[in-house]
């Protein structure tokens, strides 16, 4: 083969400009000329793998296959390498390369790596740099995927937070519209029997009455007693029966009805109690709508608060109290699933930490995550957070079974994960590690059968300004 054309098609890419062309001259001597088609797939084991692969022409994504989805997670263009790099420690590697258009590349096998360095010294710093920027590609774009992660399962537990109250009030809101013909109509029957001022006061009193009591709470047993006392108070007074569950629901009794009895005709009483209850059920329904919009709102603003997402980032005094609390309630429907308790513990007038709330919220989030991963059925986790001298400490422990010791050093290393197969990813204490270490912290881990504690301590904000 004439390698003289290759030697002048490799000077001539841009990014081997600054490679001697002796250098070059090298890498062809000992190298082997590849010619692949459209679509073609180079994975780790295949012959093509064994060294460096340097392209001449064409475009190379590398790919990577992760939930059953392949995603393109870096691009080579011509002059610049792929597969195995000089002084790399990588064994094995989850990316494949796949062919974008035919492609046209130099394989310099593995055992030639070492006699590379020596003969082709700025060829070999090239391909240092790369293998770092590659490096940091493949970890900027781990730690993305890890985001996403987090916020998939951020999305789910919100999801489920918001579905129970967002039923109520699309529930009371029906019932509502069914029961306005209701109050109307009671509202007129009412008017028609036109109240002397005694009879306009027992009105008054029957509404304040189920107003006061309506958030009364009665066990089961008591609320079916009193129900049927009061059904039996109706029918004894030429009342419909089925206004005893309203009246009951909103808190009136046989006492109230036997005081008001006296002071209403026989036409009065029976139109009264229908819009006294009509009237309770749709001002209950009403105050549904408000405590479940109310639950709404406090778990949309405790998101905003999370992820920091109406602020660009900066640093500023981050009040720790909120956030975990909020960290606690857009968890409380992961843990509830397993029947965890989350019990949140923080100091009185504990200082702020200087430093990035979105990127410090990951932090809990992971923590709490990983604890509610780790406890048993029926389990129970502790956050408690306390100043000590001039840090903060918070504290994440759960009652799971424990880190094995000899697993215990790497939980932090990325892409190690004491998970099965398929829950997790080996990044969540890596970004915690990452995020701690950026605010002047540490982050610590102490595991025993029955008791797991990650602690992290930061830095106090100087509040004496």
């Known amino acids: 083969m004439n390698t003289y054309p290759v030697v002048e098609r490799l000077a001539a890419l841009p990014a081997l400009a600054g490679i001697p062309r002796e250098q070059l001259q090298w890498l062809v001597d000992h190298g082997q000329v590849h010619r692949i088609e459209d679509g073609r797939t180079i994975r780790t ?55 974008d258009g035919p492609v046209e590349f130099l394989l310099v096998r593995r055992e030639h790596m070492r006699e590379m360095t020596r003969a082709c010294y700025e060829f070999t710093a090239a391909c240092v740099h790369e293998m770092l920027d590659r490096t940091r590609e493949y970890k900027a774009d781990d730690k993305h995927q890890e985001k996403m992660a987090a916020l998939g399962r951020l999305s789910a537990g919100l999801a489920h937070e918001l579905n129970n109250p967002a039923s109520a009030v699309a529930r009371a809101a029906r019932e509502l519209e069914a029961l306005r013909e209701e109050v109307i109509a009671a509202a007129r029957a009412l008017g028609a029997t036109a109240l002397d001022g005694e009879a306009k006061s027992t009105l008054e009193s029957l509404e304040s009455a189920a107003r006061a009591r309506a958030v ?32 009951v629901e909103h808190g009136l009794t046989v006492a109230d009805l036997d005081d008001a009895a006296p002071k209403l005709d026989a036409e009065q009483l029976p139109v009264m109690l229908r819009y006294v209850a009509v009237n309770a059920a749709a001002r209950g329904l009403t105050s549904d709508i408000s405590s479940a919009a ?5 778990l949309v603003a405790a998101v905003k608060k999370h992820t920091h997402m109406d ?141 797991t504690e990650f602690r992290v301590t930061l830095p106090a904000a100087d509040t004496s300004a």
């Open 45 to 99: 084991g295949d012959e093509e793998m064994a060294g460096l692969l340097l392209l001449i022409s064409g475009r190379f994504s590398v790919r990577l296959d992760q939930g059953g989805v392949s995603r393109e997670v870096r691009e080579v263009t011509a002059g610049h390498i792929t597969g195995y790099a000089p002084y790399s420690r990588l064994a094995t590697t989850r990316v494949y390369v796949v062919a």
């Open 216 to 247: 009364e709470e009665l066990s089961p047993v008591d609320r079916a007693d009193l129900e049927d006392r009061v059904m039996s108070w109706l029918e004894e007074h030429g009342v419909a029966a089925d206004l005893a569950y309203p009246l």
């Open 294 to 298: 109310s639950r709404i709102h406090a």
């Open 311 to 451: 602020r660009a980032p900066a640093i500023e005094p981050v009040l720790l109290r909120d956030h975990l609390r909020d960290t606690v309630t857009l968890m409380g429907s992961k843990a509830a699933l397993k029947g965890i308790s989350l019990d949140l513990s923080v100091e009185d007038a504990l200082p702020p930490v200087d430093g990035f709330v979105a990127d410090l919220n990951q932090v809990w989030m992971h923590l709490v995550d990983n604890a509610i991963d780790a406890a048993p059925e029926s389990g129970r986790i502790s956050i408690d957070a306390r100043r000590e001298r001039d840090v903060v400490v918070v504290r994440v422990v759960d009652d799971g079974p424990g880190i094995p010791t000899a697993d215990q050093e790497r939980v932090f290393e990325p892409f190690f994960t004491t998970k099965h197969v398929g829950e997790g990813r080996g990044l969540g204490l890596d970004v915690v590690r990452t995020v701690v270490l950026g605010h002047m912290g540490v982050v610590e881990l102490t595991s025993t059968p029955g008791r």
